[in-house]
Structure formats: C-alpha cells, structure tokens
C-alpha cells in the first residue's frame, strides 16, 4: 500500500512538473515580439517637406548696391495642423545669386521656350528643386500680359518691373518678390492642397474642400504596378471593318509618359478588339441636331454591360486602367456626349474616377452614298490618343490646375509630363505612402492587442 501511495504521487509529480508546461508550451498561441511601442508612436504623425529654391537675377535687376549682398541664403518654414494627430512642416530653403555668363546668353534667347532650352542644357536642377530667373521687364522672353513663366524643365521665367528694383535695399526688393514666388511654388511644388489630398486614407477631408475631396476620390491609389488595357469596341462589324495601329499609337504617345513615370510604378499594357459589343444605353435622338446623343446621367450605366466583356487579368493585382474606343453602328450614328449643361462635350469622351475612359468615335462622314459594306476604316490615332493621354494623365493623380493670372505654363511637350509635375507626383505618392503605411501598421497593432490569440509568425514580425 506504501509503494502504491509513492507510485500515484510520483506520477502525480510528473504530470504536474513536465506534463502541464508541456501542455502549456503546445497548446499556446506563437506570437512574435513586435515593436509595440514604436508602432504606437506613429499614431502622432509629422511629416517635414523640403524643397530646394534657387532665385537667379539677370543683368538689369538688382543694382550694384544690391549685387554686393549676394549670394543669399534663407530658410521659410511653414506649420500646419491637419487634425490632432497629423501635423505637416514646410522648408523652402531658397538661394539667392546672380546670373552667370552663360545663363544671360541662355536668356538672349528669342523666345521662353528656347531660353528654357538652353538653361537645362546648362545645367539638370535635382529632383525636387526650382530655378527661378528674374529678368528685367525690357526682356522680349515673355508677352506683355505674362509676369512668370512656367518652363517643360524645373526652370521659371519671373519680370521684375525697372521701378521695383531702382532705389530699394535687397531686402525691400526681395520683400516684393515674395508674392510671386509663392504663387510660383504653390504651381511648380507641393501645394497645402495636394498633400492634404495624399492624406486622405488618415485624416477626414474637410467637406468645404470638394475640389480636393473630387481629386482623390478620381486618381488611382498608389501601387507598385498598374495594367493599361486598350479595347476597340466594334457593335456593327457588317457596316465598317476598323483598323487601328494602336502599337505604333502607344509608344508614340504613351509610352514616353510611362517611361517618365518610371520611378513610380511599373506599368503593362495590353489591347484587344471586341465585336458585337454594346454600350448598354438607349442613346436619344436629337431631331435638332440629327444625331443621337448621350446625357451625363446615362453615363454610370454604360461601364457595367462593357465591363463584363472586357475580361481581367487574374494574374496580376494590380489596379487595371481601362481605355475605350467605342465607334457607334450605323443605326446610331452620330453619337454624341453631353455634360450636364446639355452642352456637347468636345473631346466626345468621359472618364470614371478609379477606372478607365470612354471616347466615342463617330466615322459616319465615311459612309459614301455607293459605299460598299464593310467600309474600311482607318482611325486617326493621333486625335483618340491626345484624348486617353489626358485621362490617363488625371487617373494617375498628374493635376492640371489653374494657373494663377499673369502666369504662362508651357505645354508638357512630347513626353506628356513636364519634370516638375513629375516632382508633384512624387511629393504626393510620398506622403500617401506613408500615410497608408502608418495607418495599416497602427490598425495591425490595435486588432492583434484586441485579439490575443492570433497567431504571429516571424515573418510577419520581421515585415512589421
């Protein structure tokens, strides 16, 4: 009896001292350590943007007196509270000096553009800078009605007039340019307005800012990659044979405008021709104008029925940007698109925010009264480009804002984006980035503090 006493408390033992660890260790939930702390601390965001300003004087705006006080270097500093957690700081650290040699030969150009030219030949600004030259109002580079002008490079033209400059210290003289030279960064830089707009995935926006709000619901989220799909839609191939050269279209027109943006994402194009495909939407016929039209509330309901024959790419998850040429049959043909004014859209296309574009391509004028069917048809892809160039351009978050008065901005040129738009992009994604990465880390942390049974495995540690 003594050894079975022994016997039941020694396996007693045993359990108690190997057994309920053993059971402990394997029935527990395997969390990693993760840095609960500093994921913490990002909840309180503050952000600092820095820009680089460069301020050139010509020949014939500063005095001798004022000359001898340059080269010039101030800092700028701006505060702003977004909401109590998120705080964004400006630092434009601008330099101040005089035009070299060959910059005033640059801008004996006879016109901006050349002058522009020639000044980014002298020299590439870096990523993220300005170069601002102040020229004299008897310089021919600019129009009467022009003060600044905003170049393809990170180059500005600014006229001073001759009574700003003649009996002022550099100071008052400076003071006075102040003005223009915000207007000047609010174009070519990041913008209050921008940057509140990147924030959207963190900080509520302000319902008085509808112009913001339509800008970011509009533009694609940022991503490392994005599909561009280019589709033909043909609903009446017995009437016309189409014939689209959209390899040669694509990398005359799209491709410099992805190449520039390669810094940003990757991006894959791909196209395709779809017969007997519809719009979905009874077009009206207007008798006044003897063409059927489509109103801007009918739109939202065109996407859906093409959609579905569009197809997806399942391989890919990156956000697919689609672009459609849709050429009306015969028996609704002309079409035309009309805004909410009823007023006819020149462009004859439309874009929805986070999806592609839609342009319709009338080729009615082709159908001769002898007109042998099919009609063979070869499309202008000059004109259908120019239009899915803008759209691709507001889908990717590329703002073309007003200019304020005074001021002439330079067409983009042939790469479809000029490098200081290029820098307002990049400024954006930036800050959207990391507001998207700081709000899903801190929610990872609030859900896995909330929940303590699930499971974090070391890879998920080590990518936190």
């Not at 977004?82 to 040699?101: G, K, N, Q, W």
């Not at 007039?161 to 915000?182: D, F, I, S, W």
Request: glycine content about 4%; charged content about 20%.
């Amino acid at each position: 009896r003594r050894r079975g006493q022994l016997a039941a408390l020694s396996i007693a033992a045993v359990v108690i001292i190997v057994g309920v660890p053993l059971w402990w260790r394997t029935t527990e939930t395997y969390r990693a350590w993760l840095p609960v702390s500093q994921i913490k601390e990002l909840a309180n965001l503050q952000l600092q943007l820095s820009a680089d300003v460069e301020v050139v004087f010509a020949r014939g705006t500063v005095t001798p007196e004022q000359q001898k006080k340059v080269p010039l270097t101030q800092t700028q500093d701006e505060e702003h509270t977004v909401d109590e957690d998120t705080a964004l700081r400006y630092s434009y650290e601008t330099r101040y000096r005089t035009a070299t040699i060959m910059e005033e030969d640059a801008l004996n150009q006879p016109t901006a553009a050349e002058a522009d030219l020639s000044l980014h030949t002298l020299s590439e600004s870096p990523c993220g800078s300005l170069v601002v030259y102040v020229i004299p109002e008897s310089s021919s580079l600019l129009p009467e009605d022009v003060d600044v002008y905003i170049g393809q490079r990170r180059t500005a033209l600014l006229r001073i007039g001759t009574k700003m400059r003649v009996g002022r210290t550099l100071e008052q003289l400076l003071a006075h340019l102040e003005p223009r030279m915000k207007q000047v960064l609010q174009v070519m830089s990041f913008s209050h307005t921008d940057i509140t707009a990147a924030l959207s995935d963190r900080v509520r926006l302000s319902p008085g800012n509808k112009e913001s709000i339509a800008d970011s619901m509009r533009t694609f989220k940022s991503s490392p990659g994005y599909e561009i799909t280019f589709s033909l839609l043909n609903p009446d191939p017995k009437s016309h044979r189409l014939h689209w050269d959209i390899e040669g279209a694509v990398q005359t027109y799209i491709q410099p405008l992805l190449t520039k943006l390669a810094p940003l994402a990757n991006f894959s194009i791909d196209s395709q021709t779809l017969y007997y495909t519809m719009l979905g939407v009874n077009p009206r016929f207007d008798s006044s104008r003897s063409a059927y039209t489509l109103n801007s509330d009918s739109l939202a309901h065109v996407i859906n029925p093409v959609e579905a024959r569009l197809g997806s790419n399942a391989a890919s998850s990156n956000p697919v940007l689609n672009f459609l040429l849709y050429v009306p049959d015969a028996h609704h043909s002309p079409l035309y698109i009309n805004d909410r004014k009823k007023q006819e859209v020149l462009s004859n296309a439309f874009h929805s925010p986070r999806w592609g574009g839609i342009m319709v391509y009338n080729v009615n004028g082709f159908y001769e009264p002898e007109a042998v069917f099919p009609v063979d048809i070869n499309i202008n892809m000059a004109k259908v480009m120019g239009v899915f160039l803008a759209q691709l351009r507001l889908l990717l978050g590329v703002q073309s804002s007003t200019p304020p008065p005074g001021f002439l901005v330079a067409p983009c040129g042939s790469t479809g984006l000029a490098d200081w738009e290029l820098d307002r992009l990049m400024w954006s994604r930036s800050v959207e980035n990391v507001a998207t990465a700081t709000t899903t880390i801190t929610s990872l942390a609030q859900l896995l503090d909330q929940i303590g049974n699930i499971v974090i495995n070391d890879n998920i540690a080590e990518q936190v």
